[in-house]
């Protein structure tokens, strides 16, 4: 079972500043990021001493990405709302009944 807060965690990172919908850029970017975790530990494991894993070629591809998710993420941040749509609350018939 996965625990609250990594829910939480993911859906914040996924969704617009509201909260109310996801957002595919935010999840393709999320997606990529995850993806290239996988090609290093591989690369780190098969590497050997005439063929050393390239740190240097990762860092600037792994900070590309996350450049560009940035850049995606300001790009669009007038266009996302604020707050998200009120909920409004909720009433049982428990309290129906003692209204009347």
């Known amino acids: 079972m996965i625990p ?3 829910m939480k965690m993911f859906k ?7 909260g109310d919908s996801y957002d595919l850029g935010r999840v393709i970017g999320l997606l990529l990021i995850l993806s ?4 290093a530990v591989r690369g780190m494991w098969i590497a050997s001493a ?4 390239p740190w240097q ?6 900070g590309s990405l996350v450049g560009g998710l940035g850049v ?4 669009k941040k ?3 709302p604020d707050q998200p749509p009120a909920i409004p609350p909720h009433t ?3 309290d129906d009944e003692h209204e009347s």
């Open 4 to 6: 609250y807060h990594a």
């Open 12 to 18: 914040d990172i996924t969704t617009t500043k509201g």
């Open 36 to 39: 290239c975790v996988p090609g």
């Open 50 to 53: 005439e063929h050393p894993f």
């Open 57 to 62: 070629d990762f860092g600037i591809g792994m």
């Open 72 to 75: 995606m993420l300001y790009a």
């Open 78 to 80: 007038d266009t996302e």
């Open 92 to 94: 049982s018939k428990k």
